[in-house]
């Protein structure tokens, strides 16, 4: 039986993938979350061998940037927030800010709101952008509580381990089915 996050991917007219470990990448924006707080789901959905079961993992995470980055912008046009949607193969492992392998945006644009008011206040209206802007998947600290300067508009795992997990079934991606670029769908909370 389908998932209920991927039933509302295709709902929402999203591609779901049903290989043997062909991922199923996502994240779930809480409805008025709050900057600065781990209070968004990150997960990833896959068969562990083609028809077979389900296997589905959640984890906390941030779709949002953190409060740092609201109030001290890196663009002039303002703080990157992901739009929700699917974008394709966007992803591939390479190293984030030079530090240490992550899921990175190295295959596709991605849209963004830009917030650029600088308060405290995820403003998710408006103008888009639409481009490369380093929008990954990484990790925050090892048990990190605040987002703060974690994401400028990243998708970001509260918790090391659980993003080492991600990392593991990324690999195990590749291993499998020998496909090294990463989709993502990012949801509205419903």
């Not at 492992?93 to 650029?116: E, F, M, S, T």
């Not at 103008?127 to 090892?142: E, Q």
Request: aromatic content about 12%; glycine content about 10%; charged content about 25%.
């Amino acid at each position: 039986m389908l998932p209920c996050v991927l039933k509302r991917m295709q709902k929402l007219g999203h591609p779901v993938f049903d290989g043997h470990y062909d991922l199923n990448i996502f994240g779930i924006r809480k409805k008025n979350g709050t900057p600065n707080k781990f209070d968004d789901t990150l997960g990833c959905a896959y068969r562990t061998r083609d028809n077979g079961e389900w296997m589905v993992h959640y984890w906390p995470g941030t779709t949002d940037p953190g409060q740092y980055w609201l109030l001290n912008q890196l663009n002039v046009k303002g703080t990157a927030i992901l739009c929700p949607g699917h974008y394709p193969s966007i992803w591939e492992i390479d190293l984030h800010a030079g530090k240490y392998d992550a899921l990175c945006q190295r295959n596709g644009p991605v849209k963004v709101w830009r917030d650029a008011n600088r308060d405290s206040k995820l403003d998710m209206d408006g103008k888009t952008d639409t481009g490369y802007f380093g929008i990954n998947m990484h990790k925050a600290g090892r048990r990190s509580q605040v987002v703060e300067k974690w994401s400028a508009g990243c998708q970001v795992f509260q918790y090391e381990k659980d993003f080492n997990t991600m990392m593991t079934l990324a690999d195990m991606q590749i291993a499998t089915i020998g496909a090294d670029t990463f989709s993502y769908t990012l949801l509205e909370e419903w």
